[in-house]
């Protein structure tokens, strides 16, 4: 299969069934996409599939196909990254690439969301260290 | 000097006697107040690494040739299994399998569900877990024990019943005016780390293993490793430098590390054996249950004359019973106290600690019941609290510092809203805001030992073994190691999480990495600061010149400075206090509950970092609105199945249910305690929440919470008692 992933075109010889997120991280060691609960229940997967944030631990390598995908290695100068560091909005960290993917996806389509625009936009996201209130901060102030 | 001392050693709570060696700790505290880097606000050493997926943890780790583990584990609380493991290893991919009894870990004789039977290793995850489910396996299956009272009657515990008592407690009760009694319930919590316990083992010669972990303790995880495999500790390298939360569940090494041990060993290949998530949820430990038949007797004016006890932790198959009863006896000054804590040993999955064991538990209970004594008295909540205050332990000890009041009288602005919040009720939304007092461990102790090495430019690293689980401990050390040396703090790199590079430093857990591993960096940045100088006044620059100015010639020597942490203070407690303000709303109509405002106030000594310092606070708050609303792990009464095993159904806290959270730290030195007078923060803030959120119920609509999670179904029985209550009380209906 063909996959255009952060603007790099690759070939992948992936078995059907092989998932995104498996596609990413075992065959492209892009493991800044993280599992941490590999049934589209936490968010920490979140990667983008033309702008649009995706679970890719519940998408399938071969439905992407033409689309382009980013992950959280393709978002490496996007403000957002800086800014999470900035307020503080990790803890662990594991969840955090997902949230950054999540929340650069928010701003791109809503430059300054309000705050229930953040929270409904991060629901998807969990973060069991609670980083959340930094993660709302991190999202006003991405532009700062 | 070293010096050979025996001395207390207290974990999570639990206390035991111990010879170390420590070496005496010569610096002066630095003055109180922020320095030039510590007490400043700091952004993460990790952050970029963490938040652009950089950082490589144990789930990011690909070795050359490295095999996948799935785990056969028990579906039922109770069973003797029989296993054919034929079929699985004739599946492609699959390279060794090993059944119950090959590695001790390894059981067919399942006494609660996720119980490990058997495990292959195979090219693929997929196919893994393919040959797993092809494994022959029959269950004989046997009635559960799953409830604790049963098995408290059974003599079915973990360990003898723990009976702890001072003064007259029968005296205490006789001399009150007023005896409430109530009893209290807690549910079974779990960590649910976002990186499952996982495990990478390589055996690098026939004997010598390296292990990459998921882990809160590498020297830990080596010398059980070590023991288990019947090798020298130095032999056994543990390797952790990024981990996805761990919360009190990652302290040892689990059934997972030695399954891939042993599969490395047969396959001589490096065995990667990660939990799923399911697998977290059902057998990678819990905050068990309690239950707290409590009565409290007082005088009319709010002395406590008598506090008692019944608890009974509903431990689960092992695991310990923790000190839920620790606030009761610990908290105020009452001179007559009785409890009696059962571990009941459940066909349910082992407990493990979580983030303050037994005393967020305890809390609940005690504050809750405080509160309902407050009602019956007509006192004010705080000063209740105030009356019973003790400035020494209620043993008549010492504390190395305590500023309990000081909070009480920080959290008062908070307190005061109390009457403006209530005044926003509705007719079917009432408000009303509660407090609850925290008391907590988290001096630290020795041993822990850190290395400092500056080169010619300058820059410093520190190398300590110990982790850093998200809490900011990298950072932190960064930041006393740039205080002591007067480098900026961007040129500091702290070297951690491998035991063959580094000395000994204590687990990431208890609240103890600060206060524990701090002073040791700070002794080895002053070691490395007295040789700077000593460089400068042979190169003749003044005592002020730049660390860089002064190393500049050196080439490719380096300055190395070692340090240890002293000992704690002799005779003294050394404890954390702080108290949470809670407002909260409760629809009295369908019984849902919002908290829209936590107030947290403690004092934690000297605090190295208040950025990261305020994101620990809104975590263990966040936690804490879980534990008290949402979350439950369940299992089915009849079965002991477990129910809750998913994120779907496991009800986490998202960024939607945060309140408003306001937090201050005291930030005063605790002046007995070390070079740095700090103590850990990572438990205190989610001690006080659940209780101060009942208590505002309480306030907002005059029922009395006793079970969590305050479910709907509870919040709603709460509102009919105290429905039933009124109408008794005046014949009438109650205007709720």
């Known amino acids: 299969m ?38 589209g229940h936490c968010g920490a997967c979140t990667v983008l599939v033309d702008g649009t944030p995706v679970l890719s631990c519940i998408t399938l390598a071969h439905a992407v196909g033409d689309a382009k995908v980013t992950t959280v290695e393709g978002l490496r100068e996007h403000p957002m990254l800086r800014a999470f560091v900035r307020a503080d909005a990790l803890q662990c960290g594991f969840c955090t690439p997902g949230q950054v993917v999540s929340a650069v996806a928010l701003v791109e389509a809503t430059p300054d969301p309000t705050t229930e625009e953040i929270r409904h936009a991060m629901a998807g996201n969990l973060c069991r260290c609670g980083a959340y209130p930094k993660i709302e901060e991190a999202i006003r102030t991405w532009r700062d | 000097m070293a010096r050979l001392i025996r001395t207390e050693k207290e974990v999570e709570g639990r206390y035991e006697e111990v010879f170390i060696v420590v070496e005496e700790d010569a610096l002066e505290q630095w003055p109180a107040g922020p320095g030039e880097v510590v007490g400043r606000p700091a952004t993460r050493v990790d952050g970029f690494e963490r938040a652009s997926g950089q950082a490589v943890y144990t789930a990011d780790l690909r070795k050359p040739g490295m095999l996948h583990a799935a785990v056969l584990r028990s579906p039922h609380p109770r069973a003797r299994a029989t296993v054919d493991l034929s079929p699985a290893l004739s599946l492609p991919g699959v390279h060794a399998a090993v059944g119950p009894g090959e590695i001790e870990q390894l059981s067919a004789d399942c006494n609660y569900q996720g119980q490990a039977i058997a495990a292959v290793c195979a090219d693929t995850l997929a196919q893994a877990r393919a040959a797993v489910r092809a494994i022959r396996c029959d269950f004989e299956v046997l009635e559960p024990l799953l409830d604790p009272d049963e098995a408290v009657r059974r003599g079915e515990l973990l360990g003898d019943p723990r009976v702890r008592e001072r003064g007259d407690y029968e005296r205490g009760l006789s001399e009150a005016d007023v005896v409430v009694e109530a009893e209290y319930r807690t549910q079974v919590v779990l960590h649910n780390s976002l990186e499952t316990h996982q495990a990478v083992v390589e055996w690098t010669r026939e004997d010598a293993v390296e292990v990459h972990i998921s882990t809160q303790y590498v020297w830990g995880i080596r010398d059980a490793v070590a023991e288990g495999l019947g090798l020298p500790a130095d032999n056994v390298r543990v390797v952790c430098r990024y981990m996805g939360g761990g919360f009190g569940s990652k302290n040892s090494p689990d059934e997972y590390t030695f399954i891939a041990a042993e599969l490395a060993k047969r396959t001589r290949r490096p065995v990667k054996c990660a939990l799923t998530r399911r697998e977290e949820n059902t057998a990678a430990g819990n905050r068990n249950a309690t239950i707290q038949r409590l009565t409290v007797g007082a005088r009319s004016d709010g002395t406590l004359t008598a506090l008692g006890g019944e608890f009974v932790n509903a431990v689960g198959w092992g695991g310990w019973s923790s000190g839920t009863e620790g606030p009761m006896q610990m908290l105020y000054a009452c ?124 820059r410093a690293t520190v190398v300590t073994a110990m982790q850093d689980i998200g809490t900011g401990t990298r950072t932190a050390m960064a930041q006393i190691a740039a205080e002591e040396l007067r480098v900026p703090l961007e040129h500091v790199t702290v070297s951690l999480g491998d035991t063959d590079r580094g000395p000994y430093a204590t687990l990431s857990a208890g609240s103890s990495t600060t206060p524990s591993v701090g002073p040791a960096v700070r002794a080895a940045a002053a070691d490395a600061r007295a040789q700077i100088e000593e460089i400068a006044e042979q190169r003749g620059l003044s005592k002020d010149a730049s660390v860089a100015e002064v190393v500049d010639v050196l080439e490719d020597a380096q300055i190395l400075g070692k340090g240890a942490r002293g000992p704690n203070p002799t005779g003294m407690q050394v404890l954390t206090f702080g108290v949470q303000v809670a407002e909260v709303a409760v629809d009295v109509e369908t019984g849902e509950v919002w908290v829209e405002r936590i107030a947290a106030v403690h004092d934690v000594g000297r605090v190295i970092n208040p950025l990261g310092a305020s994101s620990q606070i809104e975590g263990g708050i966040i936690q804490g609105i879980g534990h008290t609303l949402s979350e439950e792990r369940l299992h089915d009464p009849a079965t002991g199945r477990l129910l809750t095993t998913t994120l779907d159904a496991y009800k986490l806290p998202t960024i939607a249910d945060v309140p408003e959270i306001v937090s201050e730290l005291l930030d005063v030195p605790d002046t007995h305690l070390t070079n740095l007078g700090s103590k850990g923060l990572g438990e205190p803030p989610i001690i006080p929440t659940a209780a101060a959120i009942a208590n505002a119920i309480r306030d907002a609509t005059g029922a009395d919470v006793r079970r969590l999670p305050i479910s709907r179904e509870e919040m709603l029985r709460a509102l009919r008692e105290a429905e039933a209550r009124q109408k008794e009380k005046v014949g009438a209906p109650a205007g709720v």
């Not at chain 2, 001179?335 to 600690?353: R, S």
């Not at chain 2, 609940?364 to 009356?387: N, Q, T």
Request: aromatic share 6%; charged share 30%.
């Open chain 1, 2 to 39: 063909r996959i255009d992933v952060n603007d790099h075109a690759y070939e992948l010889r992936c078995e059907v069934g092989t998932t995104l997120a498996e596609a990413l991280r075992d065959e492209l060691s892009l493991t800044g996409t993280k599992i941490a609960c590999g049934e």
């Open chain 2, 335 to 458: 001179p007559n106290v009785k409890t009696t804590t059962h571990g009941a040993k459940l066909n349910l999955p082992p407990m493990k600690a979580f983030r303050a064991p037994g005393f967020v538990e305890g809390t609940f209970g005690l504050e809750a019941l405080l509160d309902e004594l407050a009602a019956k008295l007509d006192l004010d909540p705080l000063e209740l609290r105030r009356r019973n205050h003790t400035e020494q332990t209620p043993e008549g000890g010492e504390y190395s510092d305590k500023n309990l009041l000081e909070c009480y009288r920080r959290a008062e602005p908070h307190w005061a809203r109390r009457h403006e919040v209530r005044a926003r009720s509705t007719e079917t939304v009432k408000r009303g805001v509660g407090m609850a007092s925290q008391i907590w461990y988290g001096g630290g102790g020795p041993p822990s030992y850190a290395w400092v090495r500056v080169g010619s430019d300058g």
